[in-house]
């Protein structure tokens, strides 16, 4: 077997003390210049590659983590994500790592504003967050502008510079909707794009998926109509009726986030032959989905978002492991067949 050398097999290699192999291999402290000549001449011949986990156990440095994300108990599609940053968490407890998770409410400005600003009071060394309200998000990155704090965002994209994202192409997530709906329409059809519970002007997430669901359609079924509606999820039926009343009846509806399964006891109570896209495996959704009230869902994969994301950040500041600016996810789509899979 392959020996494993160590501090003291270079200083004997090298004719030095182990002290000063510890100095050349972190450039800390003076060293002559032919000792320093002689370990690193052992540390070639050795082949000496240092041990990252055993670096990080000596470092006295406590890294300062914190997380900003939508309080799960107001939106469930934020539950996997908590799960996703405990098991994070846990598999890397027996570092120096101080790791807190703050919320805010996703649907009120100032709870992201105000959670924002309690964690910038605290100086981190590593900031992740959710910018589910754009203009915001950006504010927050610029008063981090000048500090050393390394930023990463997940599920909704930002322009706000960060040095880490990690989600999907959300303008191919709307193309691949507008496919799997071109595929099941006459070629003349009312589809009605819905953003539900959020500000569609300050919410990027669902600008990029109506950019790519629009697109798809203009270059591939340029005689369908399109019609986009901003509403609460809870008053689904009350629209519907409305939209009902005023001769304009879907044939496919697209909603943009995890909020469909109230358009589909919608669109159920009042006997439509609507189909439905949407995203997420919520409870409510994919009973929905075997109840084949929704036609397709979308797989955005929050835990993976959110448990990639901090343990990129860990590993980097740890070991100093290369933080990759962008990791998109497969888009991957659901259906009654195949949702068991996934559960």
């Not at 502008?145 to 997940?154: A, D, P, Y």
């Not at 990690?166 to 071109?182: E, W, Y």
């Not at 005689?223 to 509403?231: A, G, P, R, V």
Request: glycine letters at 4%; a neutral charge.
């Amino acid at each position: 077997m392959k020996k494993k050398y160590v501090l003291k097999d270079i200083a004997k290699l090298a004719g030095v003390s182990i002290g000063t192999v510890d100095r050349v291999i972190h450039n800390r402290g003076r060293v002559s210049a032919e000792s320093e000549k002689r370990v690193k001449a052992a540390i070639k011949e050795l082949h000496y590659v240092p041990n990252p986990v055993a670096q990080s156990l000596k470092n006295n440095k406590v890294h300062q983590i914190r997380i900003l994300l939508p309080d799960p108990s107001i939106d469930p599609y934020w539950v996997p994500c908590e799960h996703g940053i405990h098991e994070i968490k846990d598999e890397f407890k027996a570092f120096d790592l101080d790791i807190e998770l703050s919320y805010f409410d996703p649907v009120k400005v100032n709870s992201f504003k105000e959670a924002g600003e309690a964690i910038l009071d605290q100086k981190p060394d590593s900031l992740l967050f959710v910018p589910l309200f754009e203009k915001e998000s950006v504010l927050l990155m610029e008063k981090l502008k000048n500090s050393n704090t390394l930023t990463s965002t997940f599920n909704s994209p930002s322009n706000s510079g960060v040095h880490q994202f990690i989600g999907q192409n959300l303008f191919l997530s709307g193309r691949v909707a507008a496919k799997l709906a071109c595929d099941h329409l006459p070629s003349e059809a009312n589809v009605g794009i819905l953003h539900l519970d959020e500000s569609f002007n300050n919410a990027l997430h669902m600008q990029e998926k109506e950019k790519g669901f629009r697109a798809y359609f203009e270059e591939n079924c340029p005689t369908s109509k399109l019609y986009t509606h901003t509403w609460d999820s809870s008053r689904s039926k009350y629209h519907l009726e409305k939209l009902q009343n005023d001769s304009l009846v879907y044939d496919i509806l697209f909603v943009t986030n995890s909020k469909i399964h109230p358009v589909a006891m919608a669109v159920h109570e009042l006997g439509l032959k609507t189909k439905l896209i949407g995203y997420d495996l919520l409870k409510e959704n994919v009973v929905c989905l075997k109840e084949g009230r929704i036609d397709f869902l979308i797989h955005q994969a929050p835990k993976t978002q959110a448990s990639l994301s901090l343990k990129n950040v860990i590993e980097h500041l740890l070991f100093k492991k290369p933080l990759p600016e962008t990791v998109l996810l497969p888009i991957e789509i659901i259906n009654s067949e195949n949702v068991d899979s996934y559960l």
